[in-house]
């Protein structure tokens, strides 16, 4: 399967400006291409199609004055961006179809310049590198230092330099693992576990573990406010502005790498100790426009649930989800009787049937991995996820490592 590791850039003030070339120049290829295939829409005519626009929004516009500055970024990095308009339709026809999953997909839209993120690709073509001494040696922008954590698995297909609203660089690379070489990595075990995701508690285990949640959004509520509140209060199109945004998106950022962190830790720990997992396939996006939204979001259990899912991929383990509808809260796991629904405030409760003393908690994880179990045992195999898509793994480190970094 296909991975993401991310390390984080720390470019020189000239490799800022040439990022920064290069950032506007992808983007004005993207929107050339928007515009171009909403003009064909317009007049009733056919998509031109990806290497009519390559001729026209690259080829020949570098040698017009209007679009002679193309010529000063690499020219990979545009043919990219075209690519990404051209994935960014076929989903948008997929979705108006039926043929993709998920939510619907809107038009491609145009970019701006004052968005928070911006991206740029470079694939094999752009002959990009990675030095000696670590540094990444990116055409026409140079050796940009990067803080590495860990050493690449194997040789990377394409690097993606991300600039995020904090202002901070990375480096994604994609990588092909080996699916052998993951699993030896997992010891053996037979074990398997059940997970309820709460407010209360992050995550109860059907072992009895409980999991308090970190909170990191409350924690850091009172900052956020008091930088927001000064970011309110400048005027609009200052450089102080500037400064006071610069600030919110930092401090949001910290909430949310702590919040990955903390994530990732717990994940690949649940993976390591149990061949299988059961988890409830929780209707997030309904739980959010609740009273409870604040605490839904700061929680993250889709975040969570997802590094699970591809993780049990990539380690050979088991991860099955089980219907959002199961009563596993009613439901006495002693001796399965329903004692009907309970309003949250209700802890503990006695089963009316076998007279068991419950932790709502504990008992609903037991109940998971319950069902779960019924699950495994109803085809007679392992149920595990499908394909996952390349995750972003954020890392960070101290100093190069003395090896070069691709294997």
Not at 21 to 49: K, T
Not at 257 to 264: C, L, P, V
Request: hydrophobic residues 40%; contains cysteine.
């Amino acid at each position: 399967m296909q991975l993401r590791y991310a390390f984080r850039l720390y470019p020189q003030p000239s490799q800022r400006l040439a990022l920064a070339r290069a950032f506007g120049c992808a983007r004005v290829v993207y929107n050339d291409a928007v515009r171009a295939r909403e003009d064909a829409r317009r007049a009733g005519a056919a998509f031109p199609a990806a290497g009519v626009l390559s001729q026209k929004l690259i080829t020949q516009a570098k040698r017009t004055p209007g679009r002679s500055w193309l010529g000063e970024v690499c020219a990979v990095v545009l043919q990219q961006s075209l690519r990404d308009a051209e994935a960014a339709y076929k989903n948008f026809f997929a979705s108006l179809k039926g043929e993709r999953k998920g939510a619907k997909t809107g038009a491609p839209r145009f970019k701006s310049r004052k968005d928070s993120r911006q991206s740029i690709r470079f694939t094999a073509n752009a002959r990009w590198s990675i030095t000696d001494s670590g540094r990444l040696n990116l055409p026409k922008i140079g050796a940009v230092k990067v803080k590495w954590s860990r050493t690449l698995p194997a040789q990377p297909s394409s690097v993606t330099v991300i600039k995020d609203a904090a202002g901070r660089y990375f480096a994604s690379f994609v990588i092909d693992t080996d699916p052998a070489v993951d699993a030896a990595r997992m010891p053996d075990t037979d074990q398997s576990v059940g997970i309820d995701l709460g407010l209360t508690h992050f995550a109860v285990l059907s072992d009895g573990t409980k999991i308090d949640s970190p909170r990191f959004l409350r924690r850091a509520e009172k900052k956020l406010k008091r930088a927001q509140r000064e970011l309110s209060r400048k005027q609009k199109g200052s450089k102080n502005r500037e400064k006071a945004r610069l600030k919110v998106a930092r401090a949001h950022a910290k909430v949310a790498d702590a919040r990955r962190e903390f994530h990732h830790q717990l994940s690949t720990r649940l993976i390591r100790e149990n061949q299988a997992i059961g988890v409830e396939d929780l209707a997030v996006k309904a739980l959010a426009r609740t009273r409870l939204a604040k605490s839904v979001h700061d929680a993250g259990w889709a975040q969570f649930v997802a590094m699970l899912e591809y993780k049990a991929v990539r380690y050979g383990r088991a991860l099955v989800k089980i219907g959002r509808f199961e009563p596993t809260s009613q439901t006495c796991s002693a001796c399965g009787v329903k004692g009907g629904p309970k309003p949250l405030h209700i802890r503990e409760w006695t089963c009316p049937a076998c007279g068991t003393v419950h932790d709502r908690d504990h008992n609903a994880a037991k109940n998971v991995k319950t069902a779960a179990g019924l699950a495994v045992a109803a085809c007679g195999a392992q149920v595990g996820p499908g394909l996952v898509p390349a995750q972003r793994e954020e890392t960070g480190s101290h100093g190069f490592p003395p090896a070069p970094r691709a294997a």
